[in-house]
């Protein structure tokens, strides 16, 4: 295994972040927007099912008793 030597390392750090594109404020912003519009949308989901489960559930049991 080739060793390099840590001014060689940092060298190369710098020259693969130079190759990362970052994405701009705008499409930050975007993204950040559509994970928490998701996030709420998947929480009624399951806040919905959790409701209709629920409800299945306590009516079976009260068939019983």
């Keep these: 295994m080739a060793r390099t030597s ?3 390392f940092i060298n190369q750090v710098r020259a693969e972040a130079a190759k990362v594109t970052w994405p701009t404020r705008r499409e930050t912003i975007t993204a950040t927007i559509s994970v928490i519009v998701m996030a709420v949308l998947a929480a ?11 409800l299945f559930i306590r009516s079976i049991l009260s068939i019983g008793g």
Aim: net charge negative; aromatic share 14%; hydrophobic share 65%.
């Design 6 to 8: 840590p001014v060689q």
């Design 44 to 54: 009624i989901f399951f806040v919905l099912v959790d409701q209709i489960v629920g």
